[in-house]
């Protein structure tokens, strides 16, 4: 989902800071045609690489505590020894 505090269900506090503006922009360089992107080999035909197109970020949602909420959860997460807050 795209990188903003409502989509990705950010908290509301105040304390929070807003992930709004904060995540960089993939991009995707064409270094000519001798040059293979899955094992970095070859030539490099174009110097500087020009940009092909702007691959934007994905980020998981979050619960209320602004914690991952998908994927497996870590043990810090799981074992009530504290509160673990996302913007402690």
Wanted: charge should be negative; glycine fraction near 10%.
């Amino acid at each position: 989902m795209s990188p903003t505090a409502r989509a990705i269900g950010s908290p509301t506090n105040a304390d929070a800071p807003s992930p709004d503006g904060k995540f960089n922009q993939f991009l995707d360089y064409n270094s000519g045609r001798s040059f293979d992107y899955r094992d970095l080999s070859g030539v490099l035909n174009r110097q500087a690489p020009a940009i092909r197109e702007t691959i934007p970020p994905l980020v998981s949602r979050v619960d209320k505590d602004g914690n991952e909420a998908s994927g497996v959860p870590s043990v810090q997460l799981l074992v009530p020894l504290g509160t673990y807050t996302g913007w402690n």
